[in-house]
């Protein structure tokens, strides 16, 4: 389950075969991404589009990609990230811009901005529409004034728009829409389910840039583990994370938005919000719980690490780390195709229980601790999510897939049964939310579970995530993400980080 160091030779092999064809390079050690990522990816789609017995023959997918927007009333650009089904199909990194793609032959158009004079002034060169036909290795480039033509002239019977909703957020996705779209057949609802199952597995390509931005991550997860210190501010972990990802890795953006927990903070779930910014100082004795994850491409990652600020666990902490940490790990030993999610989260909340039990947090049966869902109490989200190009990857709740309603259990992103080329996050965590523990010693059916003279003691205490990312395989699963894991690992690593800090700062002050 360990990061196999032998794929850097070979993804180095890879890039260098790459950047003879069209790719997305930042330079120096960045990962080079083919144009062919996105070419199988319209393949695949195409593929499965022409299995569908509701298929017309001569349709058109048509995809609108992202806008450029700006901060309110303002002038001031948002930093632009393209829209995921949109860079699924294509890769474009442009705003304002359309793709359509004959289902029956696979002919792939980008349709381009016709940009102002102006624009040379303000904004840079202008490109030619071959420039970008080259840069993506598309068929073909045309204008969008154009595309309502360009369309005509295909002839198609029906045009497939884009209309479904997203699970994770309940908002539905934008329709491309265009003026003269109206002379057109529109079919809006065959496209989205397809395109979403198409997304769910990974091609063999995308799983080299999650395992990029998982590489990238894990390493900027260990340079907070080397700098952490009681003392800093919780954002001064986040400044460092971004800069090393940005640095080291091409990563402009995260996968979303930083959560730096310490002390009582690691028990809020999804922390570093406007109005809880990562501005607390860490202190001695805090538990930190650092979620964070890089960016590359729009391919994401999702990864937590959870530790003591000072280096050092003390007895209740590494026991409830432990507790997590074993969790964590009979999970990844069920994980493999035809396992469904939620009995994963089932096993998840059953090792909490009994590593609670043996802590002496709680007493009594698991079995019935289980029946009035205790195990929520201490863990409320779900076991983990799918993940791709985006952080909560759609396909979650497909229809026919039904949410269970059940605490804990409601909150899992997805209750599929696993298959090969799924990639998803496992991310057991114990929390010691007090509202959520009051509400818990107020429930009778509840209240005689818990030993609340040893719950008193982990007041405060905040909490434990361990997420890491997986690949499901043919027979198991990969482990993506890289980082010191046991509460030996994590000690050891913290403290030679910082003995070596304090050997530099040695020298440092002789020479002055």
Not at 249 to 263: A, D, E, F, L, P
Not at 336 to 361: S, Y
Not at 402 to 416: F, H, M, Q, V, W
């Amino acid at each position: 389950m360990s990061y196999d160091r032998s794929r850097d030779s070979q993804s180095l092999t890879v890039n260098m075969a790459a950047r003879q064809q069209p790719v997305y390079w930042l330079g120096n050690d960045t990962l080079s991404v083919s144009m062919s990522l996105f070419a199988e990816n319209r393949r695949r789609l195409c593929e499965r589009l022409r299995a569908n017995s509701k298929l017309a023959r001569n349709s058109i997918v048509v995809l609108q990609g992202g806008e450029q927007t700006q901060r309110y009333c303002t002038d001031t650009d948002q930093l632009f990230r393209q829209e995921s089904f949109f860079h699924w199909s294509f890769g474009v990194t442009e705003a304002g811009c359309y793709g359509a793609i004959d289902v029956d032959t696979g002919k792939a158009i980008i349709f381009v901005p016709k940009l102002p004079d102006s624009y040379a002034t303000w904004m840079g060169k202008i490109h030619s529409r071959e420039h970008f036909k080259e840069k993506y290795a598309v068929n073909e480039v045309q204008y969008t004034c154009d595309i309502a033509d360009v369309l005509s002239n295909m002839r198609p019977s029906t045009l497939l728009t884009l209309r479904g909703l997203n699970t994770d957020s309940g908002s539905t996705c934008r329709e491309a829409s265009f003026e003269g779209i109206s002379q057109f057949q529109v079919n809006n609802t065959l496209l989205h389910p397809e395109i979403v199952e198409c997304r769910l597995l990974k091609t063999d390509m995308e799983l080299e840039v999650l395992r990029y931005t998982n590489r990238i991550s894990s390493e900027a997860h260990k340079e907070i583990m080397k700098h952490v210190k009681p003392g800093k501010k919780e954002y001064e972990m986040e400044s460092l994370f971004q800069h090393y990802c940005y640095t080291h890795g091409g990563m402009r953006h995260t996968s979303y938005t930083c959560i730096c927990g310490s002390g009582n903070n690691s028990s809020v779930l999804h922390y570093g919000h406007a109005a809880a910014p990562n501005d607390k100082t860490i202190e001695d004795g805090d538990m930190c719980l650092f979620d964070m994850g890089g960016e590359y491409y729009c391919y994401s990652s999702d990864i937590t690490c959870s530790f003591p600020a000072n280096g050092k666990f003390t007895a209740d902490q590494r026991a409830i780390y432990d507790a997590v940490l074993k969790s964590s790990r009979a999970v990844m030993a069920a994980v493999k195709p035809g396992v469904a999610w939620p009995d994963m989260h089932r096993l998840a909340d059953r090792v909490h229980l009994e590593e609670l039990t043996r802590i002496g947090i709680l007493q009594g049966s698991v079995d019935d601790m289980v029946k009035v869902h205790l195990g929520a109490v201490f863990m409320p989200h779900g076991l983990g999510h799918l993940l791709g190009i985006d952080v909560h990857d759609v396909g979650g709740y497909p229809e026919g897939v039904d949410r269970i309603d059940a605490p804990g259990l409601k909150s899992l992103r997805t209750a599929r049964l696993l298959q090969e080329r799924m990639v998803l996050t496992i991310e057991p965590g114990i929390y010691f939310i007090d509202h959520l523990l009051d509400q818990a010693l107020a429930d009778p059916a509840q209240r005689c579970f818990i030993n609340n003279e040893t719950l008193q003691r982990f007041r405060g205490f905040g909490g434990v995530r361990i997420e890491d990312d997986i690949a499901v395989t043919a027979s198991g699963m990969e482990l993506l993400t890289c980082v010191p894991r046991t509460a030996d690992q994590i000690e050891t690593f913290m403290a030679e980080a910082h003995n070596s800090c304090k050997a530099f700062d040695h020298q440092a002050s002789q020479k002055l």
